[in-house]
């Protein structure tokens, strides 16, 4: 085991080095003066000497290698720049709003978890039957539609029409209903057609037709002897989710002014602020490449015909 973490973490690496350096090519890349990019309006009082003098001390002069090897340099020492918007360390900035996400991701993920996996087993072990087809329907429209006009539609009739929670911000639990009800059902619906597809293929092996003909009731045929061993894709498709959940789920929390991570992404694109952005980012690939570790140890728990060597 401990020789496959160590491997999957060396495997990280190109990864990592590929993350960063399309980050570092996205201050590169944008148009315009980098120095006024970086310092915001705080920029708008210097002059042209002053701003050529900057951009030696921050290095701006520099071939672009020399760049991305201080850039990476201050990554590895937890530097990740200061906001042009409010001065503030972006590392300060993003731990400010992480907490938020992560409740929000966790909240979520419960709902789609529980939604998707039941309506999923239920659907396949009716297979062919109108729950089925009302099941497959409803995953559809599910991955169809929107997230923000899910979003918009859940406030419309249970904040503004019924009055019973409330439409945006953070706070109480009531706060969090509506949002994580919104990215719970989108991730549900993705859930839902994963299970479905895995449990029918297990129901048909030949264990499970033993598992039956020995008089076991059905309730264990499935979620024992049906269930577990479908697990693997369906932990799989639900670590996707978390990973997107974590990374900032930006519709959602744009839509009710929820303060997390993918807020803060959305206000610092727009502000132009990037040493934010590129924080931003960086936060949301560690977080996808964690999400990804942590699935793939799990399956020697779920399944322990999986080994690692």
Same mark, same amino acid.
């Given at each position: 085991?401990?020789?496959?973490?160590?491997?999957?973490?060396?495997?990280?690496?190109?990864?990592?080095?590929?993350?960063?350096?399309?980050v570092f090519?996205?201050?590169?890349?944008?148009?315009?003066?980098?120095?006024?990019?970086?310092?915001?309006?705080?920029?708008?009082?210097?002059?042209?000497?002053?701003?050529?003098?900057?951009?030696?001390?921050?290095?701006?002069?520099?071939p672009?290698?020399?760049?991305?090897?201080?850039?990476?340099?201050?990554?590895?020492?937890?530097?990740?720049?200061?906001?042009?918007?409010?001065?503030?360390?972006?590392?300060?900035?993003?731990?400010?709003?992480?907490?938020?996400?992560?409740?929000?991701?966790?909240?979520?993920?419960?709902?789609?978890?529980?939604?998707?996996?039941?309506?999923?087993?239920?659907?396949? !072990?009716? $297979?062919?039957? +109108?729950?089925?087809?009302? &099941?497959?329907?409803?995953? /559809? =429209?599910?991955?169809? #539609?929107? @997230?923000?006009?899910?979003?918009?539609?859940l406030?419309?009739?249970?904040?503004?029409?019924?009055?019973?929670?409330?439409?945006?911000?953070?706070?109480?639990?009531?706060?969090?209903?509506?949002?994580?009800?919104?990215?719970?059902?989108?991730?549900?619906?993705?859930?839902?057609?994963?299970?479905r597809?895995?449990?029918?293929?297990?129901?048909?092996?030949?264990?499970?037709?033993?598992?039956?003909?020995?008089?076991?009731?059905?309730?264990?045929?499935?979620?024992?002897?049906?269930?577990?061993p479908?697990?693997?894709?369906?932990?799989?498709?639900?670590?996707?989710?978390?990973?997107?959940?974590?990374?900032?789920?930006?519709?959602?929390?744009?839509?009710?002014?929820?303060?997390? !991570?993918? $807020?803060?992404? +959305?206000?610092?694109?727009? &502000?132009?602020?990037?040493? /934010? =952005?590129?924080?931003? #980012?960086? @936060?949301?690939?560690?977080?996808?490449?964690?999400?990804?570790?942590?699935v793939?140890?799990?399956?020697?728990?779920?399944?322990?015909?999986?080994?690692?060597?």
């Amino acid at each position: 085991m401990l020789r496959y973490v160590v491997g999957r973490l060396v495997g990280t690496v190109p990864v990592l080095f590929g993350v960063t350096l399309l980050v570092f090519a996205m201050t590169v890349l944008t148009p315009g003066d980098r120095v006024v990019a970086l310092l915001g309006d705080a920029a708008q009082g210097l002059g042209q000497a002053a701003r050529e003098e900057l951009r030696q001390e921050l290095g701006l002069d520099q071939p672009l290698p020399l760049q991305y090897v201080q850039y990476v340099s201050g990554l590895v020492q937890g530097d990740l720049g200061r906001s042009a918007r409010s001065r503030r360390p972006v590392v300060a900035e993003i731990r400010d709003r992480l907490p938020a996400t992560v409740e929000l991701a966790l909240a979520g993920l419960a709902i789609a978890v529980a939604l998707g996996v039941s309506l999923g087993v239920l659907a396949a !072990v009716r $297979r062919g039957s +109108v729950f089925d087809s009302l &099941a497959v329907a409803v995953a /559809l =429209v599910g991955v169809s #539609v929107p @997230v923000f006009w899910m979003g918009f539609l859940l406030m419309i009739v249970f904040a503004l029409e019924l009055g019973w929670l409330p439409a945006s911000g953070r706070g109480t639990w009531r706060h969090l209903v509506l949002p994580a009800v919104t990215v719970g059902v989108a991730s549900a619906a993705f859930i839902a057609r994963i299970t479905r597809g895995a449990v029918i293929e297990t129901l048909g092996q030949d264990y499970v037709r033993t598992a039956r003909s020995k008089g076991l009731a059905e309730r264990r045929v499935v979620l024992r002897h049906a269930l577990r061993p479908a697990m693997l894709p369906i932990v799989t498709v639900v670590g996707l989710q978390l990973g997107g959940l974590l990374g900032g789920a930006v519709l959602t929390e744009t839509v009710f002014a929820w303060p997390g !991570v993918g $807020r803060l992404l +959305v206000d610092a694109i727009v &502000a132009r602020d990037l040493p /934010l =952005v590129q924080g931003c #980012v960086l @936060v949301i690939a560690l977080l996808f490449i964690g999400v990804n570790l942590v699935v793939d140890l799990s399956y020697a728990a779920i399944n322990p015909k999986v080994r690692y060597g």
